[in-house]
């Protein structure tokens, strides 16, 4: 039986670090290749099975290197993840007891226990308890308090889930998981608007650019920002509407054509708006979120058409207050060619930022 780690053994172990899985697959190949008793080897593969979800490889490597070494603390861990998600919760609560017998000072060995147990419901306190025991064993250890973050969850313990993202935090600033769900907690809380919202997911995503979860929350927010553009159209076009009184209650509205000075202050009301509106939705925006509106622009229908909206909204709202009108049959009708769409598809297309 090998005694020292292999070099091979080594560099892939730091390659599956690096998630570089399919390189330290050929390494460990390679390295069984030479020397099949090298029971290292074999749980290092076992670890890659693990992160490719190819759990029944999992328990085949891992009962190689148990063959080798009985008493590797580190395979009876491994082998328990994969006896778990094969439905084995039986075989997998032995061998997480196992991990525990041989090494009881491992928090990754208490941490698999826990794993193990949470396989039967009634059981779940216990699986706090051992999650608790796993942090004491290991205070500064990343690993251990997301261990106690699932433990949490499982009991509806969110002062402990909290306390596991920020301790985390603290330790791997960097940790994908935990930003993950501190900028879910982040969203979610009253208050919180579409600006902010896309800044915490697009932090979150540059610590995890494979998360589905953040990229969506990300579009969702950045799509409820362009929506807020139409909203200034059509306060331009009230605006507008008011300027000229389209819609005169006693039927005698303002002379027309409306003075030119009165026109330009309209114009540069509605140019306020924009700027205000402008500045205060897309000012300081990071460059994650910058990019993530284009990619929107390019990806999505429904973004494309409320930027096209809010142009063509604020063109009418120019178009009715900058033409000298003589009668107010033909602004009328651009001001219900900007109006009427936008309102319409602000009600149908809510259910899109869900």
């Known amino acids: 039986m090998t005694t020292a780690e292999h070099p091979l053994t080594e560099q892939a172990a730091a390659l599956i670090g690096l998630d570089r899985v399919d390189e330290a697959k050929a390494l460990l190949t390679k390295r069984l290749a030479e020397d099949p008793e090298d029971f290292r080897a074999w749980v290092r593969l076992a ?29 009876w861990i491994v082998r ?99 930003l993950r769900e501190l900028a879910e907690k982040q969203a979610a809380a009253p208050g919180t608007g579409p600006k902010r919202r896309a800044e915490v997911y697009a932090s979150a995503l ?14 969702r927010a950045v799509f409820q920002m362009l929506r807020g553009t139409r909203w200034l159209a059509v306060l331009s076009l009230v605006l507008a509407g008011a300027a000229i009184d389209l819609f005169p209650s006693d039927g005698n509205g303002p002379e027309l054509p409306l003075p030119i000075g009165t026109r330009l202050y309209v114009l540069a009301l509605i140019a306020v708006v924009w700027a205000f509106g402008a500045w205060r939705r897309y000012r300081k925006l990071r460059a994650g ?66």
């Open 47 to 75: 670890r890659c099975h693990l992160r490719e979800r190819e759990f029944e490889d999992v328990v085949t490597t891992t009962g190689e290197a148990l063959r080798i070494a009985p008493q590797d603390c580190d395979a």
């Open 80 to 178: 328990m993840y994969g006896l778990r998600r094969t439905g084995r919760r039986d075989e997998a609560l032995a061998a997480a007891q196992e991990a525990v017998r041989i090494s009881p000072q491992s928090w990754q060995a208490v941490n698999a226990l826990a794993e193990a147990v949470s396989a039967w419901q009634p059981r779940w306190p216990e699986v706090l308890e051992l999650a608790q025991t796993a942090v004491r064993l290991a205070p500064e250890e990343p690993g251990a308090y997301e261990g106690l973050w699932k433990a949490a969850l499982l009991n509806g313990a969110f002062d402990v889930r909290d306390h596991a993202i920020r301790e985390t935090l603290r330790l791997d600033p960097t940790s994908a998981w935990a």
């Open 206 to 219: 540059a610590a995890d650019p494979d998360s589905n979860s953040m990229r969506m929350g990300l579009d």
């Open 289 to 354: 979120v910058r990019l993530s509106v284009r990619s929107l622009l390019r990806r999505m229908f429904w973004a494309r058409l409320v930027l096209v909206q809010a142009m063509v909204g604020t063109l009418c709202a120019v178009a009715v207050v900058a033409v000298p009108w003589t009668d107010r049959g033909a602004p009328q009708v651009v001001f219900w060619l900007g109006l009427g769409p936008t309102l319409l598809t602000i009600w149908f297309d809510r259910p899109r930022t869900r």
